[in-house]
């Protein structure tokens, strides 16, 4: 009779191990959220190595202002999603996990894109129509068409909205109230183009409830 021998002692995993699976876990749960932040990284080192002249007349090129949106449409839209004025990272990192990454487990990778998508450009559009309306009637000076305006709060405002669906009632109620009365109140109380563009990108994300109705959760892989 074959002696039988204890199974080796497993090796009891540590807690930062543990961690470190389950944040690799939801980061591969929203792939797109994490490579579009990862890109929002590496153009923030960027800019904090050049001067700030050098600084501002790059992001200006890169502006999704009346003057490069009439020379250079489609470059812009895009790469004005790819840079952060103030050179602050951190904080999108807080807000793309808190809102972009539930929302691309949710929706799947190519809705959440679409939602995304969807308010970063016709929000730009919509707002930039209404200071070219204020220019040309005297209510903006003329240089606001050659203003600096790059990051990715449009596309953040959407997805926070889209969100609300999902969820639960009644505390989605008070999410969309919280929601509107966050970028309602600045628009409320002294609009700049800036804040019809947020408000247009809330619209633009609630309109987006059909994309939602189709169910397409990502969960994280459990770790190992």
């Known amino acids: 009779m074959t002696p039988s021998h204890p199974a080796p002692p497993t090796r009891p995993r540590t807690v930062p191990a543990a961690w470190l699976r389950s944040a690799g876990s939801w980061i591969r749960s929203a792939p797109g959220t994490y490579i579009w932040l990862t890109a929002l990284f590496v153009t923030t080192v960027i800019v904090h190595q050049m001067s700030p002249d050098f600084e501002e007349d790059f992001l200006r090129q890169r502006s999704t202002n009346i003057h490069e949106l009439s020379q250079n449409p ?6 004005s999603a790819f840079w952060i004025d103030g050179g602050a990272w951190l904080p ?7 809102f972009h990454a539930p929302a691309e487990r949710r929706l799947g990778t190519l809705r959440w894109l679409t939602v995304a998508a969807a308010a970063h450009v016709l929000a730009t559009l919509v707002s930039e129509g209404v200071l070219a309306w204020a220019i040309r009637h005297g209510h903006a000076p003329s240089s606001a068409a050659n203003t600096l305006d790059v990051g990715v709060s449009y596309a953040l405002a959407g997805v926070v909205a889209v969100l609300t669906y999902y969820v639960p009632r009644p505390w989605r109620y008070v999410y969309l109230f919280a929601v509107l009365l966050i970028y309602g109140l ?7 183009f800036t804040d019809i563009g947020h408000f247009t990108s809330v619209l633009i994300g609630l309109a987006c409830y059909p994309l939602t109705r189709t169910r ?7 770790a190992q």
């Open 74 to 79: 489609v470059r812009v839209l895009i790469s």
């Open 92 to 98: 999108y990192a807080v807000l793309y996990t808190v």
């Open 186 to 192: 600045p628009l409320a109380t002294g609009a700049t």
């Open 216 to 222: 397409h959760e990502t969960k994280p892989a459990p």
